[in-house]
């Protein structure tokens, strides 16, 4: 298991480079990661993925009471819902990327599936992706919403706003939420030419082999 000060070294540096790849931009973008003493880290409000100091990340207890650290994002709402209905999440992932925000804009979006199936493995690391519609950054409905979800969904899409993806742990969330970009990327880039999607067979295919979460 990870020590604490691993883990704030490990926040910086999936932080960083998702910034420098243009995953999120200025000081957009959060992640909170739970501590082996079932507390958590969170990158503080304002902060930019690019510059980081481990030693200011805000870090709760387990009874959620701030203990060190800066203030956190405002986007607590919808990290504290993750954790509240999703026993497995060890971390949250929450970006401003910009082929997905620009998916979600889109008149004929699917709120139930957000992704089309283009290619395997965003159904293998994600599932189905729930779209959800436009909330004001940091209002608690965005957690409301989240809760609503009962736990179903380790991945949800902020319409205009950003993706937020649930890991076991921060790699697994770091990849599956560069997964998503990725996929909604190709959607983007394919719009408008008919691309052959994945059949219904091949998906639950993948489902079943992969034993992926799947909220049908």
Same mark, same amino acid.
């Given at each position: 298991m990870s020590t604490i000060n691993t883990l704030r070294e490990d926040i910086c540096r999936f932080a960083g480079s998702l910034h420098a790849r243009g995953l999120t931009h200025g000081s957009t973008g959060n992640i909170s990661a739970r501590t082996p003493d079932g507390g958590l880290l969170v990158t503080p409000t304002g902060s930019s993925f690019m510059t980081l100091d481990p030693a200011r990340l805000s870090h709760f207890d387990a009874d959620m009471t701030l203990i060190d650290g800066e203030k956190p994002t405002k986007e607590m709402p919808l990290h504290r819902a993750f954790y509240d209905t999703r026993s497995s999440a060890g971390a949250i992932v929450h970006l401003h990327s910009a082929h997905s925000v620009a998916l979600s804009m889109m008149p004929d979006a699917d709120e139930d599936d957000f992704l089309p199936p283009l290619t395997p493995y965003p159904i293998m #690391?994600? &599932?189905?992706? #729930?779209?959800?519609?436009?909330?004001?950054? +940091?209002?608690?409905a965005i957690g409301e919403a989240i809760r609503g979800l $009962?736990? #179903?969904?380790?991945? *949800?899409?902020?319409?205009?706003? +950003?993706?937020? *993806? $649930? &890991? #076991?742990?921060? !790699?697994? $969330? *770091?990849?599956?939420? !560069?997964?998503? !970009?990725?996929?909604?990327?190709l959607a983007m880039l394919t719009r408008d030419l008919k691309p052959r999607h994945l059949t219904d067979e091949q998906v639950t295919e993948l489902v079943e082999t992969f034993d992926v979460e799947w909220d049908r």
């Open positions: #690391k994600l &599932g189905r992706v #729930k779209l959800l519609p436009y909330f004001l950054p +940091g209002d608690a $009962a736990g #179903k969904r380790s991945a *949800v899409m902020l319409a205009n706003h +950003g993706p937020v *993806v $649930a &890991g #076991k742990d921060l !790699e697994s $969330a *770091v990849y599956a939420i !560069e997964e998503l !970009e990725a996929s909604a990327q």
